[in-house]
């Protein structure tokens, strides 16, 4: 009797178990690089995540979320509604949705990867990893290792690199791409050249014109907008933002006070971040070398890639949940303004050096570019020149990083 007991108790605790694992369906999006990749990917990416047992993924996936794709016409998860999200996880029956793919930048392959919770459709975590493409061993362990970065799982294969926190799988070498260094900043290299920068569609204001031919030197920018949590971590645990959320952009920050946070980073790393010029940030959002012209940064369609005053419920959101621009760098139009380092002068591109422009000599306002959750499409635009007073601060106000 004791024995049946015994069995009975730890039946009920491994359904227990099982019933308190939550559900997750994966999907490979995007253009299939070649054929049966995919299915390959999207099989090592379930079962690694669910070798941590704090996962179960849902059967048939591919099948149903094949199905879905048509119905909704879905394509990634940075180009889909929160809606869209949200009816994805109820039809399908879980609590997230791993959408992976391939990327291609400047001709090396990634493996990128979002987890995303289905109930509030907001990104929980990322991976990326540099792979190879002819070699089916690495293959399996980009997603073995993808998975680490998703979830903190493995199935197991003895190579997976374990992380404590997303994408730090680095490109090599310098050129554009992704980057990451220990300070708990992730950078993309955007490789120097030139551009034409301002009113490309004649649609802009008197200050965008005229465009004009612009020569930048090689440097690093954050991939993403810096966070609260990174400006608690450097700033003695003060947070003026009036959105709250480790992961939401940090905002109610004048350029002075940004100042302060950057002394305070550079003292403890030995490091020189900055914040970009004015002729730096417009390069890094319109896709630096490998731009295809886009309106906004990263396509001309405002909803794929910003939240605006027409999609952001007047808040910010979550780093990282819409769609990057051509180098994979995130939220350059939208979510928050952002700082630059020059003094802005409405007439400044009339005089602007062709090489290397660093802004007017002095002025009484700093510029701004990008547009926030409040702006509307036109100042979301990569050419759109915005400005305030240095000591001015906003809960539309925050900035991203260079790295010389």
């Known amino acids: 009797m004791k024995k049946i007991l015994v069995l009975l108790l730890a039946l009920f605790a491994s359904i227990a178990f099982a019933q308190d694992r939550q ?15 995919y299915k390959v990917l999207g099989g090592q990416i379930t079962k690694a995540i669910t070798k941590s047992g704090d996962y179960s993924a849902v059967d048939r996936t591919d099948a149903i979320l094949q199905q879905l794709k048509k119905e909704h016409g879905y394509q990634r998860s940075g180009a889909v509604s929160d809606d869209q999200i949200k009816k994805l996880g109820s039809q399908l029956g879980v609590k997230y949705l791993c959408i992976a793919e391939i990327t291609e930048v400047m001709g090396d392959s990634y493996l990128e990867a979002k987890l995303i919770d289905v109930e509030t459709a907001l990104v929980e975590n990322t991976g990326n990893v ?4 002819s070699s089916s061993k690495v293959l399996l362990e980009a997603a073995d290792e993808v998975a680490v970065q998703l979830v903190g799982s493995s199935s197991g294969g003895g190579n997976t690199q374990r992380v404590s926190s997303p994408a730090k799988v680095a490109a090599s070498g310098k ?37 004009h031919s612009v020569t ?44 302060t946070f950057i002394s305070n980073l550079n003292a403890r790393t030995g490091k020189n971040y900055r914040l970009p010029t004015e002729a730096e940030w417009e390069y890094a ?8 012209g886009y309106r906004y940064s990263g396509s001309n369609n405002i909803g794929d890639v910003a939240w605006y005053v027409d999609n952001s419920g007047r808040q910010t959101h979550r780093v990282g949940t819409k769609a990057s621009n051509e180098l994979g760098i995130y939220d350059m139009s939208g979510n928050v ?7 802005y002068a409405g007439d400044y591109y009339m005089r602007s050096p062709s090489e290397n422009p660093t802004g007017a000599g002095s002025g009484s306002n700093r510029v701004l570019r990008g ?3 409040y702006s509307d499409a036109t100042g979301a635009r990569v050419a759109y020149r915005g400005n305030s007073g240095p000591g001015n601060s906003g809960n539309a106000l925050g900035f991203r990083l260079v790295l010389p």
């Open 216 to 259: 930048v030197g090689s440097f690093s920018i954050s991939k993403y907008e810096v966070t609260q949590g990174l400006w608690k971590e450097y700033m003695g645990g003060s947070n003026p933002s009036n959105f709250k959320g480790d992961y939401l952009p940090v905002e109610k920050v004048s350029w002075n006070d940004v100042q």
């Open 130 to 133: 540099l792979v190879n493409m």
């Open 23 to 37: 559900k997750v369906a994966v999907y490979m999006a995007g253009t299939e690089p070649k054929k049966g990749v």
């Open 175 to 211: 050129k554009n791409g992704y980057s990451y260094n220990p300070d708990g900043i992730e950078l993309v290299f955007v490789e120097g050249g030139s551009f034409r920068m301002g009113d490309w569609y004649n649609e802009g204001q008197d200050d965008e014109r005229p465009a």
């Open 285 to 292: 959002a319109r896709g630096g070398s490998v731009s295809k």
């Open 371 to 373: 547009g926030s959750w």
């Open 337 to 343: 303004w952002e700082w630059c380092s020059d003094w």
